[in-house]
């Protein structure tokens, strides 16, 4: 993010403002890894955070495996307390 911020820096406004706007977006993606891992027992993990904003309603996608898998029970409540969080 640092190198984009920079190039709009440099260039000015002719640099789209999404390129700031991806930057907040990771770190949304970062603290929702960080809550969900949190969250979830030791023999789980956090595969991958997918943020989607481009069509209303903006869509997060926590995917979570584990050692010996995860069941929907296990999803239902991670959800429940992600949503929680954001609240």
Known sequence: C??????FVKRGPQVPSFVIDSCAEMDVVEKIKEWAQAKLPSDQFVVDVIYTARKAPARMLVIVDGD??????????LSRQLSHELD
């Open 2 to 7: 640092t190198a984009s911020y920079e190039n």
């Open 68 to 77: 010996s898998g995860v069941n929907i029970d296990q999803c239902a409540e």
